[in-house]
T-cell receptor, first 115, second 111 residues
Framework: EPEVTQTPSHQVTQMGQEVILRCVPI?????FYWYRQILGQKVEFLVS????????KSEIFDDQFSVERPDGSNFTLKIRSTKLEDSAMYFC?????????????FGSGTRLTVV | EDQVTQSPEALRLQEGESSSLNCSYT??????LFWYRQDPGKGPEFLFT???AGEEKEKERLKATLTKKESFLHITAPKPEDSATYLC????????????FGAGTRLFVKA
């Protein structure tokens, strides 16, 4: 069964450093998303991406965040200057249609720890 | 303000003991209600999408229903492998694809 692959599974970084989280969505999917889940809290929407541009972003997704699809297979989330409160599990997801009829396929996540 | 509230927070069942999980929502312009299953340390796994009141979907021991204000996930004769956190999420008619998740119901099924 097709999977969304995320790397690394766990990243520890110093406050103020830049991090790039990587995702390989399902190959024939066109809609891509990043979500985060702080330990013990809800899954929160960050951004959606379609046709090489951001479709929608949440209030969390400020100027410190950016997304990119640098080639035909990868989808990345960059945090420019990490803060302690950025520590969370970050999930990438993809879908093949805009309606969500078949839901989103999520990756297993990258656990980001900012120290 | 848009809200998705799930209850109960946690539910402990004996194997074979059927029950229901609730998701109530206050969202303007609903464009779909989703149910996901999440195992510890994993990403959410898609179960169902419901679009309109009265709609029902079934998959094995799970059945999801939708009204104008809430959705139920009915679990019939659960097994220990059904133990997981069940997440409800709604998508708004914003032109984008923002999805709002509830906090989830942690289900424990004992053999």
């Amino acid at each position: 069964e097709p999977e969304v692959t995320q790397t690394p599974s766990h990243q520890v970084t110093q406050m103020g450093q830049e991090v790039i989280l990587r995702c390989v969505p399902i190959s024939n999917h066109l809609y891509f998303y990043w979500y985060r889940q702080i330990l013990g809290q809800k899954v929160e929407f960050l951004v959606s991406f379609y046709n090489n541009e951001i479709s929608e972003k949440s209030e969390i997704f400020d100027d410190q965040f950016s997304v990119e699809r640098p080639d035909g297979s990868n989808f990345t989330l960059k945090i420019r200057s990490t803060k302690l409160e950025d520590s969370a599990m970050y999930f990438c997801a993809s879908s093949g249609d805009p309606t969500g009829a078949y839901g989103y396929t999520f990756g297993s996540g990258t656990r980001l720890t900012v120290v | 303000e848009d809200q998705v509230t799930q209850s109960p927070e946690a539910l402990r069942l004996q194997e074979g003991e059927s029950s229901s999980l609730n998701c109530s929502y206050t969202v303007s312009g609903l464009r779909g209600l989703f149910w996901y299953r999440q195992d510890p340390g994993k990403g959410p796994e898609f179960l169902f999408t419901l679009y309109s009141a009265g709609e029902e979907k079934e998959k094995e021991r799970l059945k999801a229903t939708l009204t104008k204000k809430e959705s139920f996930l009915h679990i019939t004769a659960p097994k220990p492998e059904d133990s997981a956190t069940y997440l409800c999420a709604v998508r708004k008619n914003t032109g984008g694809f923002k999805t709002i998740f509830g906090a989830g119901t942690r289900l424990f099924v004992k053999a």
